[in-house]
């Protein structure tokens, strides 16, 4: 069974960083790109950043140059480092799998982590 | 950037009823389409991709179709599980999704 687990979300004062990861079962991660994808409470779904399995990464404009996407292969994991956070970044922050083939929907989400940003 | 706009933003119908949510592009995005489904509290689930494809395991009740820059999800018959939020998302040029439809009980 895919599972996708976030952690690390929590409050934040503006200017400040947070590390998100993602803890990957179920399938073999190194073979998947992945994504996060954020919500904010009441809103719609807005696409974050992604990292493909060869380690190429991109990034949505409003986030380029303040966040980084990284994985490690060996721990199947997913990481998001937010670096002078902005209250525009609060939000559910999901983890997302892309499916495998030369279709690039989502097919697994995680139920998400937290981020809070305020003074 | 690829803007994808959802009508309606709120539907209301009943159980039984069968309903059509259209998603347009701003540019086509060939068939690069998919549909999720979200209900309150939970993560979104994958129910169409590459516009027509019904996921494993998802009701025959759902389909969806068109190409280009304009796309429909219908239900074919409302059931109480379907009350929930839908959003289209386009995967042709990096990831947009639209703003969603909201699908209440009448």
């Known amino acids: 069974e895919v599972q996708l687990v976030e952690s690390g979300g929590g409050l934040v004062q503006p200017g400040g960083s947070l590390r998100l990861s993602c803890a990957a079962s179920g399938f073999t991660f190194s073979n998947y790109d992945m994504h996060w994808v954020r919500q904010a409470t009441g809103k719609g779904l807005e696409w974050v950043s992604a990292i493909a399995a060869a380690g190429d990464t991109y990034y949505a404009d409003s986030v380029r140059g303040r966040f980084t996407i990284s994985r490690e292969n060996a721990e199947n994991s997913l990481y998001l480092q937010m670096n002078s956070l902005r209250a525009g970044d609060t939000a559910l922050y999901y983890c997302v799998r892309e499916n495998s083939s030369s279709s690039e929907h989502f097919d697994y989400w995680g139920q998400g982590t937290l981020v809070t940003v305020s003074s | 950037d690829i803007q994808m706009t959802q009508s309606p933003s709120t539907l209301s119908a009943s159980v039984g009823d069968r309903v059509t949510i259209t998603c347009r592009a701003s540019?086509?995005?060939?068939?690069?389409l998919a549909w999720y489904q979200q209900k309150p509290g939970k993560a979104p689930e994958l129910l169409i991709y590459?516009?027509?494809s019904l996921r494993s395991g998802v009701p025959s009740r759902f389909s969806g179709s068109g190409s280009g820059t304009e796309f429909t999800l219908t239900i074919s018959s409302l059931q109480p599980d379907d009350f929930a939020t839908y959003y289209c998302?386009?995967?042709?040029?990096?990831?947009?999704f639209g703003q969603g439809t909201k699908l209440e009980i009448k």
């Open positions: 540019q086509s995005v060939s068939s690069w």
């Open positions: 998302q386009q995967y042709n040029s990096y990831y947009t």
């Open positions: 590459d516009a027509s």
